[in-house]
């Protein structure tokens, strides 16, 4: 069916209506094609002139010839990139947001590497063409349109776009080189870099950077493409992390991560504006949490470095590295003796003589030379077939060809091959083999083995280094064409699927006895049908069963089964297929090999694979041999291959040997393991060891920063003459009011010293954060005040008073304060203290005037306004004002007696 010009511009400006309302957005899509094709450089030019601008792309990657553009790039959802993992678009809708510039006029050039010249294609804004010539070019790709001119400047736009989205794009696998991009000749990328402190950091699939700064920012890249920004890692996801304990917070402002990761393994989405939230994104997540840890654990560790004994305590108890090793050490010897124990189990006393291995041969398709169960053998592939598969420790059935039915004679039933393309169906891709063949050939096809229940995807197959297309037949068996190739290499994956369709079993027809058993099957479910057939087969060959007067005088292919007792594996396995059918399940006859170590077996075998019902296929055997009148499996298996050239032989493990072999290859395995995954790292620290934004971050939110739950208790905040304190022990000194702050050395600061008090550094930055969140004393502000301030008479009787009483006191007095009662200092809990009152408050005003008639009052009440004025009072001082208010109350009831 044809489309018209119209129709497709209809949809292809539908698709470009998914890539939002940016008209420059197609520059990122031309920069992703620009990098998949593998250029070094981009140019982006922008032009304005006569009431139209115009803007063109130029790269100089591989190009491409005009049948590949009208088959993937004029078109609508065909890439020629689907099967390339190392690419960044592949969805074939990309190139058409173009049409978000709203282009009168549209130039395509391009001259592909293997061409000796280029083309050249212009279309209108209907996308008409009106233009198509062949040109002399350099190799590469040019896209060019023009518009009618618009507000504000193009060429700042395409910088800003550039700068937002691809500052990062680099070359695809194995150069991951930076891609040049330049904007009217300004270069618009850039490497990744990190300010100071940062951490560079690599792992498979991934790199990043980590950065401390002010604001915290988030970016995710794809291939060097941004797709996702937030302001913190948790905000990347849409559904939070099951596996995260705790969300990862971070402090407004002070010290904030700001990563900007490119993973290459992120599932783009369609419009490449975002990414899928799947496992991929969720492990992306994982490392920046890890990462940013890591990173705090440096900056920390570089600004207050933990001693050697603290740094070997942390990693025993804490990180509990030590004890993880030792414990799957353990582990691993715990497998070993038992391992051992059971190869002991079965262990049997070695052959008299032993039987040399078979030597694999190439595979060959030999599904047109087998006759059926009467043929004796298969000219050719009676040996080891070169086949082998992975996960070793699987025991399939892999079949080489299957049999849909047999005629009277015993012969197959073949119908005309006819082949279809595999439409990409869908399996369990978590019940998989990874396949090999090395095959030989005649003819122009070849059917891949395949195990029971299972299918090729059709992605998976590489034919001697290359994608192949599959190819199915009626039955769904794979077929792959070969064209010239005589021989080689084929990989594959199966995955387990449902295979549905109807598959006309045609057997002969059974004895009447027989085939009322079998139909009497048919009340069972489908697993229990196959089970009781499987018994009866078995039981009934060889006259050992009740097919015995049902075969008897029987002519044709059964007639022959029956009056022989049996037959070879084939010939048992049809009777069996015969008996299901008519239960009423889909059955039929498979031949191949039981793999088993990751080879398959020498010798072909045969067994029946039967529908369970959806297409679920699974093996049925009724091979079988006569022991003391009783069924039991046959004892005729096919030999384990051995790809080496010596005899076969029986080894007696000691449990110690294996014990110690288990524990040692678990050991090396961990050892190997941590070698490849480990990240490639390269920390940048600041040449300052101001700690200032560090101890703001933490004093804002103490549990804002992973990897700083120790950060309390490490010295970061510099103190006047002492060593570096923590802020645990500052929270400390700030709950007994004894934390003080100065800028410079003097006479309270030496007092504080020798008083036991902490005194932080005022000029730091450290310092001033920790005095604000504290409440410090500060000591600057004392000192200025302490000597504006001045003695009087009542406040010296007030003094006198305080002494006697046991405190140990000075009393000052100053008159210009403002909305403030005066301040005090105070000492070794209050056993030493110094006050400056203010004379014009109220308060102080009302004892001086009843000091004229109630003197002792008055310099109690004056005592206990001087004591609230301390920081903190301590128990000398409160001992001191109940010794007063004794004095006090003497003096009222003198005055009582005096009155009555």
């Not at 920004?229 to 917070?249: I, N, Q, T």
């Not at 297309?469 to 005589?486: F, K």
């Not at 101001?690 to 549990?703: A, I, Q, T």
Request: aromatic share 6%; net charge neutral.
């Amino acid at each position: 069916m044809t489309t018209s010009t119209s129709d497709f511009l209809d949809l292809a400006e539908r698709e470009a209506a998914r890539y939002g309302g940016e008209s420059l957005v197609f520059l990122r899509e031309l920069l992703q094609n620009a990098r998949d094709a593998g250029a070094c450089r981009v140019v982006i030019e922008t032009k304005a002139e006569h009431g139209f601008e115009a803007i063109s792309v130029t790269d100089d990657g591989r190009g491409m010839v005009m049948e590949h553009a009208g088959r993937f790039l004029l078109t609508l959802y065909a890439s020629s990139k689907k099967r390339d993992s190392g690419a960044a678009g592949r969805f074939g809708v990309g190139f058409w947001s173009i049409l978000r510039f709203e282009p009168t006029e549209i130039t395509i050039a391009s001259r592909s590497v293997e061409a000796e010249d280029g083309w050249e294609i212009v279309f209108d804004g209907e996308l008409e063409i009106r233009k198509n010539r062949r040109l002399q070019m350099q190799v590469g790709t040019t896209v060019r349109m023009k518009r009618t001119a618009r507000k504000g400047d193009l060429g700042s736009s395409a910088w800003d776009l550039v700068r937002r989205d691809a500052r990062h794009l680099r070359q695809p696998v194995p150069s991951e080189e930076l891609v040049e991009v330049l904007v009217n000749g300004r270069p618009a990328t850039e490497p990744m870099t990190t300010k100071e402190p940062g951490l560079m950091f690599r792992r498979s699939g991934l790199r990043g950077v980590i950065s401390l700064g002010a604001v915290p920012e988030v970016i995710l890249l794809a291939h060097g493409l941004r797709v996702r920004s937030a302001a913190s890692v948790d905000d990347l996801l849409l559904r939070p992390d099951r596996r995260s304990k705790k969300p990862l917070r971070v402090p407004s402002s002070g010290l904030s991560p700001r990563v900007v990761i490119d993973c290459d393994r992120l599932a783009v989405l369609m419009d490449r504006g975002d990414v899928a939230q799947d496992r991929a994104l969720v492990a992306v997540t994982r490392v920046i949490r890890s990462e940013t840890r890591r990173l705090c654990e440096m900056e920390l560790e570089r600004l207050a470095p933990r001693t050697m004994g603290r740094r070997i305590w942390d990693v025993v108890v804490k990180q509990r590295a030590i004890l993880g090793i030792a414990a799957l050490t353990i582990i691993g010897l715990v497998m070993g003796i038992l391992g051992a124990s059971w190869v002991n189990e079965r262990s049997v006393p070695p052959r008299a003589s032993a039987t040399p291995s078979l030597v694999p041969e190439p595979y060959i398709d030999r599904s047109d030379a087998y006759g059926g169960p009467v043929t004796e053998e298969v000219d050719g592939v009676g040996g080891v077939p070169s086949i082998t598969y992975s996960p070793v420790d699987q025991r399939p059935f892999l079949a080489a060809f299957r049999i849909s039915g047999i005629d009277e004679d015993g012969h197959p039933i073949r119908s005309e091959l006819a082949l279809r393309p595999d439409d990409g169906r869908a399996g369990d891709s978590g019940l998989s083999l990874e396949i090999e063949v090395i095959f030989r050939t005649s003819g122009p096809l070849l059917r891949l083995p395949v195990p029971t229940g299972a299918i090729v995807d059709e992605a998976s197959v590489i034919l001697n280094g290359y994608a192949a297309d599959l190819l199915l037949t009626h039955e769904n068996e794979p077929v792959l064409r070969l064209g010239s190739e005589a021989s080689g290499r084929v990989r594959y994956r199966t995955i387990e699927s449902a295979s549905e369709g109807y598959i006309e079993g045609r057997w002969p027809l059974l004895p009447t006895g027989v085939a009322e058993m079998a139909t009497g099957l048919k009340e069972f479910p489908p697993l229990q049908r196959v089970e009781r057939a499987v018994l009866l087969v078995r039981s009934s060959l060889r006259g050992a069963g009740p097919f015995e007067a049902a075969g008897t005088g029987y002519s044709g292919f059964f007639g022959s089964v029956f009056d022989a007792g049996g037959g070879d594996c084939d010939v048992v396995n049809t009777v069996l297929a015969a008996v299901l059918s008519e239960a009423g399940l889909q059955a039929r006859l498979a031949v191949g090999w039981i793999g088993r170590g990751g080879v398959a077996n020498p010798g072909l075998h045969a067994w029946v694979e039967v529908d369970l019902g959806g297409g679920r296929w699974v093996p049925a055997d009724a091979t079988t041999a006569v022991q003391d009148g009783a069924a039991v499996p046959h004892v005729e298996q096919p030999a384990e291959v051995s790809l080496e050239e010596r005899p076969e032989q029986t080894r007696v493990w000691s449990v110690g040997a294996s014990a110690l072999l288990g524990g040692g290859l678990l050991f090396l395995g961990i050892v190997i393991s941590w070698w490849k995954l480990r990240a490639r790292r390269e920390f940048k620290a600041s040449k300052d060891l101001d700690p200032g934004p560090l101890v703001e971050s933490l004093l804002r939110d103490r549990e804002a920063w992973p990897g700083f739950s120790g950060a309390w208790r490490r010295p970061l905040v510099p103190t006047c003459w002492m060593e570096r304190q923590s802020l645990e022990r500052l929270e400390s000194a700030a709950s007994r009011t004894a934390l003080f702050v100065a800028k410079s050395p003097g006479e309270w600061v030496a007092q504080v010293i020798e008083g036991g008090g902490l005194i932080l550094d005022g000029s730091t930055r450290a310092g001033r954060a920790a005095a604000v969140t504290f409440a410090a004393f500060d000591l600057d502000q004392w000192e200025i005040l302490w000597r504006r301030s001045r003695n009087d008479a009542f406040g010296l009787r007030v003094q006198e008073a305080l002494r006697r009483a046991g405190m140990k006191l000075e009393l000052r007095f100053v008159g210009d304060l403002e909305d403030c009662g005066g301040s005090g200092l105070a000492l070794d809990e209050g056993a030493r203290a110094w006050v400056v009152v203010n004379e014009a408050s109220p308060g102080w005003q009302r004892c001086r005037d009843l000091s004229r008639v109630r003197p002792r009052q008055a310099i109690f009440r004056a005592a206990d306004i001087v004591v609230e004025l301390l920081p903190s009072s301590g128990r000398r001082a409160q001992q001191a004002l109940s010794e007063l208010a004794r004095t006090v109350l003497k003096e009222m009831s003198v005055d009582l007696k005096g009155t009555t």
